[in-house]
């Protein structure tokens, strides 16, 4: 029998790992972006590949019979988790730095408290509205205080698309969220990457076919396959495990993850130094997602309302 508090450690680990890749997929992404690969080839290769690795892996694992209105969810799932998403961040990413990126990741966790406050009618207390600040502040205190990783010029429309990916995304963590505990992890990525793969593929042909493939090194194509195989293979495999554990606005408070470890990759390959401002920004970053997980949730709040 599995203890609620084990419950909830399995959907902390889970989410832990992959916004750690995710940290590293913006400074890796977008070094395969200024490196030959453009941001619509990217988005094919991603959500390709992802379909490849996740019907491959559901041969290995016990087959679930998805019903036909689960699947028109699923529909909506990719649209939202992986179609808008993806394309808009990928190409977002192109526009701007990855140190702006990881800026604007930190507005999933607002983004996604509106879109649970009007959908699930969860509560908007005070414990997550200064948690959410709180991590906020870390975040932005270490993106003012530190270099970019990566140069790139900032551009509205760049910004703009950020900005859409995390409102897609924060739909499909909360509109969505009923389908995806239904199934495991397997059944439900292998199902929204196959419909994203199906969506994207005669939008991202043109550019994947205009490649010069010839001219791409190897590194490049490392930096690729990171993409594919960890930073959407890996990690989609694990957020619906983070998912069907916490509440939407704990799952999307793990973006401050994200430019902690993007900062890190940054130090080790010598682009940035690590001093006191990014250590009490890390110190609020995870002080802010430790005071989320203490608020209440809309059952709780009515269970103490009776």
């Known amino acids: 029998m599995i203890k609620t508090g084990d419950f909830s450690i399995k959907g902390h680990s889970a989410l832990f790992i992959a916004y750690i890749i995710f ?3 913006a400074p890796i992404g977008k070094s395969a972006l200024m490196h030959g690969i453009d941001p619509l080839s990217l988005v094919f ?22 019903h036909k209105k689960d699947l028109l969810l699923l529909l909506g ?3 939202f988790g992986a179609v808008i998403n993806q394309l808009s961040f990928i190409k977002g990413l192109s526009m701007t730095s990855a140190i702006d990126v990881s800026l604007l990741a930190t507005l999933g966790p ?3 408290m509106v879109v649970a406050a009007f959908y699930l009618k969860e509560p908007i207390t005070f414990k997550k509205v200064l948690g959410v600040l709180v991590g906020a502040a870390g975040v932005i205190l270490l993106i ?16 703009l698309l ?7 995304f924060a739909v499909y963590l909360t509109v969505f969220r009923d389908v995806v505990r239904r199934y495991s992890s397997i059944t439900v990525m292998k199902w929204l990457f196959l419909f994203a793969a199906i969506i994207c593929a005669p939008i991202c042909y043109p550019n994947v076919s205009a490649i010069n493939y010839g001219a791409l090194n190897p590194s490049t194509w490392w930096k690729v396959a990171f993409v594919v195989c960890c930073a959407t293979f890996i990690t989609y495999m694990l957020l619906p495990i983070g998912q069907k554990r916490l509440r939407p606005t704990i799952v999307s408070m793990y973006n401050y993850i994200q430019p902690i470890v993007s900062s890190g990759l940054a130090v080790s390959m010598r682009l940035d130094t690590f001093g006191w401002e990014k250590a009490i ?6 002080l802010g997602v430790f005071i ?9 709040v009515e269970a103490e309302a009776k």
């Open 45 to 66: 290769f991603r959500v390709a590949g992802a379909t490849v690795l996740f019907w491959t892996a559901s041969l290995f694992t016990p087959q679930e019979r998805v």
């Open 292 to 300: 989320v997980t203490q608020s209440k949730s809309r059952a709780q």
């Open 77 to 79: 799932a990719s649209i």
């Open 162 to 168: 950020c900005l859409l990916s995390s409102l897609s």
């Open 144 to 159: 003012f205080t530190g270099t970019h990783l990566i140069s790139g010029e900032t551009h509205t429309t760049g910004i």
């Open 281 to 286: 920004s890390a110190l609020l970053v995870f």
């Open 23 to 25: 940290g590293l997929s």
């Open 110 to 112: 607002i983004i996604t």
